[in-house]
Nanobody
Framework: QVQLVESGGGLVQPGGSLRLSCAAS????????MGWYRQAPGKERELVAA???????VYADSVKGRFALSGDNAKDKVYLQMNSLKPEDTALYYC?????????????WGQGTQVTVSR
């Protein structure tokens, strides 16, 4: 089991910045990937960015060059720095951890934090 605590998010004007944080606890040694997804009203949940246990990072095309994902050395926290925010970035952002135990993958989700980009 993994527990996730998210922080950050809020209301920002277009062009502004926000930073999301996610801390994992519990069976963190089984973490395969850690990252952020988002879901806008009426849309499916989509990957924003994720980092693997080996340090590889993937980004959605829509956020490349604007968002930066980083993790700490203990590999139990990730930070999403969001710059040049656009109204279309408005969504509920969820921290995600994927673990693998005995070849069985599992997904854990945070409670979600709202990001609203508006004037």
């Amino acid at each position: 089991q993994v527990q996730l605590v998210e922080s950050g998010g809020g209301l920002v004007q277009p062009g502004g910045s926000l930073r999301l944080s996610c801390a994992a606890s519990g069976n963190i040694f089984s973490i395969l990937t850690m990252g952020w997804y988002r879901q806008a009203p009426g849309k499916e949940r989509e990957l924003v960015a994720a980092i693997s246990s080996g340090g590889s990072i993937v980004y959605a095309d829509s956020v490349k060059g604007r968002f930066a994902l980083s993790g700490d050395n203990a590999k139990d926290k990730v930070y999403l720095q969001m710059n040049s925010l656009k109204p279309e970035d408005t969504a509920l952002y969820y921290c995600n951890v994927r673990t693998i135990v005995a070849l069985t993958p599992s997904d854990y989700w945070g409670q979600g934090t709202q990001v609203t980009v508006s004037r």
